[in-house]
């Protein structure tokens, strides 16, 4: 039995404790790392995630009564209790609870027939650490009810209505990659995703085969995108947009770049939103070419120069993220930058298989130099997304 099938009779049997009854089914969404790609989303850009081996299961059953049931292996007490016909933005605090609650809402309000239902989740997606655990949670939400219900709804779907539940209920203005990534990404591919109208291809990214490796460095500093800074930057995008007079920045050409800032002297703050954004997009279209021409080494000079964008241009690295991008090129990566929205989370890392060890052991000896926590450093192998596993 695999580990997710150990995982799926673990929440199965954690249901029955919970709620005296066995779920109808279980279902898992993955997690997510962001090869390149960041902060392109909400602004109709281009991105390249990956779904990671680590998982949201839920386990869930349906009901006919209209009372919504909730509960988690990772917070404590018994079950948060609400009615789908009391669901309403916005939600009274950020807990957990929301961003399941929020996508009963999403659907609900999309017309769709949800009736109540009882879930019980169990993750191994580290929390806080950009790997997205929110929309692992809201996908695995969404494919769940799906399935109980009978819709038969498109991946892409299931990926706007959690989007949907993140922003208009939970009240993170955050893009669509996420949810995306979660819904639609397979074992052994990156995801190269057009945010604007979601069609996506599926790049190999067998980094084994070339005697690659792809690190994830959780620096374990939690972020909080629900704190106002995540949405300031979605806003000064948005503000750059229409001082350039186009409908999202992914319409400013690389090569009008020049002139675009030229345009946005007088704003110093939004001038460099824009820069990363252009640059971002144009860095994620290199990146695809490289891995289309059999070229991943290639790659890792365009990870650093990403970092550098959002740590100059987007103000969204720490100290921690720095750090662990600078000591992991110091010991010989290939390139390495954080991931996801920032303030704190996660970095990746490109090495040669045989200098995984070596630059895992510099990084842990430079955190400790510099007293901060030890970090949580794994390798990532492209997985698959979400999907049913039972019964």
């Not at 970095?347 to 510099?362: G, K």
């Not at 007293?371 to 492209?382: L, Q």
Request: net charge negative; proline share 7%; charged share 20%.
């Amino acid at each position: 039995m695999t580990d997710t099938e150990h995982g799926a009779a673990r929440t199965a049997a954690a249901f029955h404790a919970v709620y005296g009854a066995e779920p109808t089914g279980t279902w898992a969404a993955p997690g997510r790392v962001n090869l390149i790609g960041e902060h392109t989303d909400y602004n109709d850009g281009f991105v390249m995630p990956l779904a990671l081996p680590h998982t949201t299961i839920a386990a869930a059953a349906p009901r006919t009564d209209g009372v919504l049931r909730l509960h988690s292996a990772g917070a404590p007490g018994g079950p948060v209790t609400l009615r789908t016909d009391d669901l309403a933005p916005p939600a009274r605090g950020a807990d957990w609870a929301a961003y399941p609650a929020g996508v009963v809402w999403a659907m609900r309000a999309a017309g769709l027939p949800i009736g109540g239902a009882d879930l019980h989740y169990s993750s191994t997606v580290p929390l806080g650490a950009g790997l997205s655990s929110s929309a692992a949670l809201e996908v695995a939400t969404a494919l769940a009810l799906d399935d109980l219900y009978g819709l038969g709804l498109p991946r892409a779907e299931l990926a706007r209505l959690a989007q949907r539940a993140e922003n208009g209920y939970v009240g993170v203005p955050c893009g669509i990659m996420d949810q995306t990534a979660a819904a639609c990404c397979t074992a052994g591919h990156a995801l190269f995703l057009d945010t604007r109208d979601l069609t996506h291809r599926h790049v190999p990214f067998d980094l084994a085969a070339e005697g690659l490796r792809l690190l994830v460095v959780d620096t374990r500093v939690r972020h909080q995108l629900g704190d106002g800074a995540y949405a300031q930057r979605r806003a000064g995008c948005e503000r750059g947009a229409r001082a350039l007079g186009v409908r999202a920045l992914r319409d400013v050409p690389y090569a009008h770049l020049p002139a675009a800032l030229d345009a946005l002297a007088s704003d110093p703050v939004v001038r460099d939103l824009v820069r990363h954004i252009v640059t971002e997009n144009h860095r994620v279209e290199r990146t695809v070419a490289h891995l289309d021409a059999g070229r991943p080494r290639a790659i890792g000079p365009l990870l650093t120069a990403g970092h550098a964008s959002l740590r100059d241009d987007f103000k969204v690295s720490c100290p921690e993220l720095d750090l662990a991008v600078d000591t992991a090129n110091a010991a010989g990566a290939l390139g390495a930058r954080m991931t996801g929205g920032g303030f704190g989370g996660s970095a990746l890392v490109l090495v040669e298989a045989a200098a995984a060890d070596p630059v895992t052991d510099a990084l842990h000896a430079a955190f400790a130099a510099a007293g901060h926590t030890p970090p949580r450093i794994f390798p990532a192998a492209p997985g698959p997304g979400a999907h049913r596993l039972g019964p």
